[in-house]
């Protein structure tokens, strides 16, 4: 069975730290892999990644996906209380007659002052 | 604005009365999608549409119905609805009709309680 398995289930740390954030999958036929953020409603989108070893970064964030072992990693440098969130990673592989989409049970982030 | 509109935002109902939560899209997206959303459980996908008049099962679609006769709109029914439905779903959308290989844009969300 498809599965995206997120670690830490829950992580805090204070204002300043650098945090990072895990995300292993064993699906078939990826094709490519999720990050979003979610605060208090919908989720929002952060990162998609495609290909192995290709660091994409969005100011303090930044995520990378490694296909050979499974897994992509999220950075967040000098975090800020504002960071606090259910971080969610998902993802994208070919299905039978159509893409599937699989989530992980997000990591809960929380930055104290 | 590019927007996925859910309605209600919050809902407190009985078992067995029919419900219906829409999703409107003003992004002209094909691939349409409904999740339900619980502690330690994650997203889980109830339904989800490449296009018009195509729909198929998620991973949880016991209990629900869905329908796509307009590109924009996505309504999830509760035909009787149970108290095991009690969750907060999310409705989401993205462009591609034969390909969901794209980020997912989310609705606001509904929380369900069932009673």
């Known amino acids: 069975e498809d599965k995206v398995v997120q670690s830490p289930l829950s992580l805090v740390v204070h204002e300043g730290d650098t945090v990072t954030l895990n995300c292993s999958y064993e699906?078939?036929?990826?094709?490519?892999l999720l990050w979003y953020k979610q605060e208090k409603k919908a989720p929002t989108f952060l990162f998609m990644l495609t290909s192995s070893g290709i660091e994409k970064k969005s100011g303090r964030l930044s995520s990378i996906l490694d296909k050979k072992e499974l897994f992509s990693i999220l950075n967040i440098t000098a975090t800020q209380t504002g960071d606090s969130a259910v971080y969610l990673c998902?993802?994208?592989?070919?299905?039978?007659?159509?893409?599937?989409?699989?989530f992980g049970k997000g990591t809960h982030l929380i930055i104290q002052p | 604005e590019a927007q996925v509109t859910q309605n209600p935002r919050y809902l407190i109902t009985v078992t067995g009365k029919k419900l219906t939560v829409t999703c409107s899209q003003n992004m002209n997206h094909e691939y349409m999608s409904w999740y339900r959303q619980d502690p330690g459980l994650g997203l889980r996908q109830i339904y989800y549409s490449m296009n018009v008049e195509v729909t198929d099962k998620g991973d949880v679609p016991e209990g629900y119905k869905v329908s796509r006769k307009e590109k924009r709109n996505f309504p999830l029914i509760l035909e009787s609805p149970s108290p095991n439905q009690t969750s907060l779903y999310f409705c989401?959308?993205?462009?591609?009709?034969?390909?969901?290989?794209?980020?997912?844009?989310f609705g606001d969300g509904t929380r369900l309680s069932i009673l």
């Open positions: 699906v078939t036929n990826f094709r490519s």
């Open positions: 998902a993802v994208i592989f070919r299905g039978g007659g159509a893409d599937g989409l699989t």
């Open positions: 989401a959308s993205s462009p591609l009709g034969t390909r969901v290989n794209q980020p997912q844009h």
